[in-house]
T-cell receptor
Framework: EAGVAQSPRYKIIEKRQSVAFWCNPI?????LYWYQQILGQGPKLLIQ????????DSQLPKDRFSAERLKGVDSTLKIQPAKLEDSAVYLC???????????FGPGTRLLVL | GDSVTQMEGPVTLSEEAFLTINCTYT??????LFWYVQYPGEGLQLLLK?????DKGSNKGFEATYRKETTSFHLEKGSVQVSDSAVYFC???????????????FGQGTILTVHP
């Protein structure tokens, strides 16, 4: 069974630029999560999808971050414009339902200069 | 709100030493508790979990017991190997019916290095 796929693996941008990350969850998983992991900290939930609907985006900085999961499968997380403090690893996870184990992708490491 | 506190790291041990990584939590009701591991260059993997008080999760020689009275979920292994070198994260998910159900709250992680 293929795992959670993410791309790109690494991205370097300058502040005020925009960037997008892509995630393809495990086939059949209805729930998809995006986490932000700042160096030296544990992951922090940004947004949770159930199929193509948002369940929780209370921790998403909506003035600059957006996310979508239009067909209920893969998802895109966008930052526009990026700030220095957005430098982090962005992790995507999926689960069969919200009650089941979450499986994580390898993450996208973002550096904002 | 929910929170998880892990022991300060990093932890450095010799091969075959005994490992304990402390984890305590704050949450309402009975959350589910997890240990995730992140090997160098890889994504987070579930190591073990426990969903109710006094449950013991175990995997790959690691164990952790859900202690409601002390709100703890300490990770232990009797004899570590070099291949156990990784970052370990304690996490919780709120109880069914609550607002944090299905959402993971992580501790800050503990770096473990095992020398031959």
């Amino acid at each position: 069974e293929a795992g959670v796929a993410q791309s790109p693996r690494y991205k370097i941008i300058e502040k005020r630029q925009s960037v997008a990350f892509w995630c393809n969850p495990i086939s059949g998983h209805a729930t998809l999560y995006w986490y932000q992991q700042i160096l030296g900290q544990g992951p922090k939930l940004l947004i949770q999808f159930q199929n193509n609907g948002v369940v929780d985006d209370s921790q998403l900085p909506k003035d600059r971050f957006s996310a979508e999961r239009l067909k209920g499968v893969d998802s895109t997380l966008k930052i526009q414009p990026a700030k220095l403090e957005d430098s982090a690893v962005y992790l995507c996870a999926s689960s069969f339902t919200s009650a089941e184990t979450q499986y994580f992708g390898p993450g996208t490491r973002l550096l904002v200069l | 709100g929910d929170s998880v506190t892990q022991m300060e790291g990093p932890v450095t041990l010799s091969e075959e030493a005994f490992l304990t990584i402390n984890c305590t939590y704050t949450a309402t009701g009975y959350p589910s508790l997890f240990w995730y591991v992140q090997y160098p260059g890889e994504g987070l993997q579930l190591l073990l979990k426990a969903t109710k008080a006094d449950d013991k999760g175990s995997n790959k020689g690691f164990e952790a017991t859900y202690r409601k009275e002390t709100t703890s979920f300490h990770l232990e292994k009797g004899s570590v190997q070099v291949s156990d070198s990784a970052v370990y994260f304690c996490a919780l998910s709120g109880p069914a019916g609550g607002t944090s159900y299905g959402k993971l709250t992580f501790g800050q992680g503990t770096i473990l290095t095992v020398h031959p």
